[in-house]
């Protein structure tokens, strides 16, 4: 099993920016799958980015343009940029391990705790 800490979150403008990251307590293997989802408020938790550990990226649509997900392989860290952020964005934001390359939730097996984004209009 491998942990993940998330960091990075905090308050913002719309049309502000956060880099999110997260930690994994082992180098992930070659086959590892990492996804971003989020959870608002009231409503299900949503496939934000996913990529392999060895590149690959995909995004939601409604990200798409404005977020990228990147890795730091020396430091087993995964980031999310996040750019010209929305009202909409906030929302408790999780890191996740897997090993399928997809954007459903039920594949991954390791998650973080979370970490808040919040956008003020």
């Known amino acids: 099993q491998v942990q993940l800490v998330e960091s990075g979150g905090g308050s913002v403008q719309v049309g502000g920016s956060l880099r999110l990251s997260c930690a994994a307590s082992?180098?992930?293997?070659?086959?590892?799958?990492f996804g971003w989802f989020r959870q608002a408020p009231g409503k299900g938790r949503e496939f934000v980015a996913l990529?392999?550990?060895?590149?690959?990226?995909l995004y939601a649509d409604s990200v798409k343009g404005r977020f990228t997900i990147s890795r730091d392989n020396p430091e087993n860290i995964l980031y999310l940029q996040m750019n010209d952020l929305k009202p909409e964005d906030t929302a408790v934001y999780y890191c996740a391990r897997g090993s399928q390359y997809t954007a459903n939730q039920e594949a991954y097996e390791d998650w973080g705790q979370g970490t808040q984004v919040t956008v003020a209009s």
């Open positions: 082992q180098r992930p293997f070659s086959r590892s799958v």
């Open positions: 990529m392999r550990w060895r590149g690959s990226p």
